[in-house]
């Protein structure tokens, strides 16, 4: 299991583009969010081609803003010709992200299918309903791949139930690193606040992304994710394996 970062900024950070990640899992190339800066940045990296499945984890800008453009070019432009595939954590989930396709793209069964992510061994979803905007429906994601095991935050403002669902799955003898987002202004209500994870760090490995290093305080002991290259796309050029 390897994931490598497109961007690792939040909704405003357009430098460093918005947070988004390609993970290899069990042979699979997995897209998680495909937010505004998104499409362009794996057009430019000639990895658009190389897409095996999407998993979304809310639908903000950020996250999906460049969604529809990506599964249209799927269909109509890339070599394989073939349709996206979402994969979805949840029945009521799946209609929520139709309604939203279908402003974009009225007949959106022509250009992508959707698999419900119970089939897909090795992926736990992590309802996280409310807990980054209320009343809004998101999803945090655990994988598992061999003695490696990936968590995937989301956008999420009450960082514990990630760290309870692993918890709960009690990994014995398994390599866990957990990738969350986090902000450091602490009248933030929707993103992690830094000093809510730090009791985790002594038994979790844990990048924090959806931030910009710039405003990194001092005291803050959570490594950041856009220091670590081996974890970035743009230093990894082993994954163009296809081109377009
Ligand atoms: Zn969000």
Do not use: W
């Not at 903000?60 to 432009?77: I, P, W």
Request: with cysteine.
């Amino acid at each position: 299991m390897q994931i490598n970062f497109i961007g690792t900024g939040g909704a405003f950070d357009f430098q460093l583009g918005n947070s988004a990640a390609l993970l290899d899992f069990r042979g699979h190339r997995i897209l998680i969010d495909c937010g505004n800066s998104t499409y362009k940045q794996l057009r430019e990296a000639r990895l658009a081609d190389t897409i095996d499945h999407i998993l979304i984890t809310h639908l903000h800008d950020d996250h999906v803003g460049s969604l529809s453009t990506f599964l249209l070019h799927s269909k109509y432009f890339l070599k394989a010709s073939r349709k996206a595939n979402i994969l979805v954590p949840s029945k009521s989930f799946l209609d929520y992200l139709c309604e939203f396709l279908r402003f974009s793209i009225p007949n959106y069964k022509d250009v992508v299918t959707f698999t419900d992510l119970s089939e897909f061994e090795g992926i736990t979803a992590v309802d996280t309903y409310g807990l980054h905007i209320p009343e809004m429906p998101s999803f945090g994601y655990i994988f598992e791949d061999g003695e490696d095991v990936y968590a995937y935050s989301g956008d999420l403002r009450d960082p514990h139930i990630i760290f309870q669902t692993l918890e709960a799955q009690n990994y014995v003898n398994k390599k866990v690193k957990v990738f969350h987002d986090l902000n450091f202004d602490p009248n933030d209500s929707v993103h992690c606040y830094y000093k809510e994870i730090i009791p985790y760090l002594e038994k979790y490995k844990i990048y924090a992304y959806h931030l910009d290093p710039r405003d990194n305080p001092e005291d803050n002991p959570i490594p950041l994710l856009a220091d670590f290259p081996e974890y970035l796309v743009a230093n990894n050029p082993n994954l163009h394996f296809n081109s377009n």
